[in-house]
């Protein structure tokens, strides 16, 4: 007896989707010698930027920070590990990775502060004093009558 199955575009789709992300997963792409890149958030208070990265397995001294003029630069390097597992899923991320950012805001580069807690490094790149900002009080004159 045949049985006949009913066409599923969705299942279609979905199967397209995933043979799209497997070619174009960043393992595929990736050449050996180009970095990864280190996805960062970033916001301001009125005292300094602020810098967040994820970096899950690494100790503070795998990462290396510059500051230089107004580029900053985050690098590190996730080790592979050295066993002979015959792996059936590895999605985990291994090789350098470096961060290049231009920082548009003047900034007092002896004050910076790179704190590292729980894989989570956190940059604190303090404004100049000419860009933070100045509150103006604003006077009131008196007038005087003239006759």
């Given amino acids: ?20 992300d497997r070619i174009f997963s960043e393992r595929f792409f990736r050449m050996e010698n180009r970095p990864m890149l280190l996805p960062i958030d970033a916001y301001m208070t ?12 690494l100790k503070p001294e795998d990462i290396h920070i510059t500051f230089e003029g107004d580029t900053l630069t985050i690098r590190g390097e996730y080790k592979a590990s050295n066993d002979t597992r015959n792996y059936l899923l590895r999605e985990r991320a ?7 950012l231009t920082i548009n805001t003047p900034v007092d580069s002896n004050k ?12 604190k790149l303090p404004k100049a004093e000419a860009a933070k900002p100045k509150q103006i009080t604003v006077r009131a004159k008196t007038s005087t009558a003239q006759s």
């Avoid at 007896?1 to 799209?20: A, Y």
């Avoid at 009125?46 to 397995?57: C, R, W």
């Avoid at 910076?112 to 940059?123: H, M, Q, R, S, V």
Wanted: hydrophobic fraction near 45%.
């Fill in 112 to 123: 910076i502060e790179a704190d590292f807690e729980n894989g989570l490094l956190t940059l």
């Fill in 94 to 100: 291994v090789g350098k990775f470096e961060r290049v």
């Fill in 1 to 20: 007896m045949t049985s006949i199955n009913r066409w599923n575009p969705v299942r279609e789709l979905l199967s397209i989707r995933d043979e799209m």
């Fill in 46 to 57: 009125d005292e300094a930027l602020v810098l967040v990265a994820d970096v899950p397995g």
